[in-house]
């Protein structure tokens, strides 16, 4: 593990913002870190990032206690932009990387390299007041990966971007993974997370309520639904379906029905199989995974609905 999180607490005031949240992030991955708004995301990442420290708990940082000196090995892109509006954005990025320990020379090459990679060199002499939200956005994202950093926090990278510019810096994520980069991606776009993350960890007021690898999380969360393609049916034997089968969803195209069905956890897909062959012909049955947008407002709303209850108590 690149970085573990021992049973962190940290509170604000009379709010607690973590509550043992224990988070373990696999070296050479990208980690997703989701939750609804002030469900202490932000807080966890500070913590990272030094910029405040935990209550309780303890970060360990490629097996040492996190530490002033791993602030170098880490690059952080927060959702808010961290940029000088006044200043040109040649000058900044070379006083940024400066700051994460790069000599001059070292530095200028390296912002080079990224200000043609991203088609910026004109950018050069521009103040980040005079960009877009989606330009500032992605001279941050350079300032972020500049001095290769082994641990890329990203919050939000994609906010401000066109289609266009959001593949763009999709790729480049993927590419700086490749090379080893750690990543924690911290987005409200599953779409993104379902591409991008191999683990994800989904945090909820102040509580961790679900983590792992995705693809195990997917699994665990399927809940015998499937979509099947059939021969068009007459009405009553449409009927009769319905009658055996929680039916989700009926669809009647030309010469085929579709339908989406969900069938109790003691009942196999072969013996709903073999009860519809008497009815229809089958062309096609396909089993219905669960989204992780899906699995997002599940478990969100199941950890809501619970505290509600113990409140109530």
């Known amino acids: 593990m690149l970085l573990e999180i021992k049973n962190v607490v940290k509170d604000y005031a009379s709010h607690r913002a973590l509550d043992h949240v224990s988070l373990n992030i696999p070296r050479g991955k990208i980690f997703g870190l989701l ?23 303890e970060i360990i940082f490629d097996g040492e206690p996190l530490a002033p000196k791993h602030i170098g090995r880490i690059g952080y892109l927060p959702e808010e932009r961290g940029l000088y509006k006044k200043m040109k954005i040649g000058e900044q990025m070379l006083y940024l990387a400066q700051l994460k320990c790069l000599n001059k020379k070292e530095a200028t090459d390296r912002i080079n390299y990224w200000f043609e990679k991203l088609d910026i060199l004109s950018w050069w002499d521009k103040r980040v007041e005079d960009l877009s939200k989606g330009m500032q956005q992605k001279v941050q994202f350079i300032a972020t990966v500049l001095h290769q950093p082994d641990l890329i926090i990203l919050d939000e990278p994609f906010s401000g971007f066109d289609p266009v510019n959001a593949n763009l810096i999709k790729d480049e994520i993927i590419e700086l993974n490749k090379k080893g980069a750690t ?14 993350c191999d683990h994800i960890a989904l945090i909820n007021r102040s509580k961790k309520i679900l983590d792992g690898n995705i693809k195990d999380i997917k699994n665990k969360y399927k809940n015998q639904t499937y979509k099947i393609e059939l021969q068009s049916l007459a009405d009553e034997k449409l009927i009769h379906i319905e009658n055996l089968y929680e039916l989700k969803y009926l669809e009647q195209i030309e010469n085929k029905t579709n339908i989406i069905i969900k069938i109790n ?29 899906d699995i997002f407002i599940e478990q969100v709303t199941l950890s809501n609905n619970s505290k509600k209850e113990i409140d109530h108590a």
């Open 183 to 196: 990543i924690i991606f911290s987005t409200h776009r599953m779409e993104s997370v379902e591409e991008l």
């Open 265 to 293: 956890k003691d009942i196999s897909i072969n013996q709903v199989l073999q009860s519809l062959l008497p009815l229809a012909e089958i062309h096609q049955v396909l089993e219905i995974v669960p989204s992780i947008n």
């Open 35 to 57: 939750g609804p708004n002030g469900a202490g995301k932000t807080s966890l990442i500070r913590i990272i990032n030094q910029i405040t420290g935990p209550d309780s708990g």
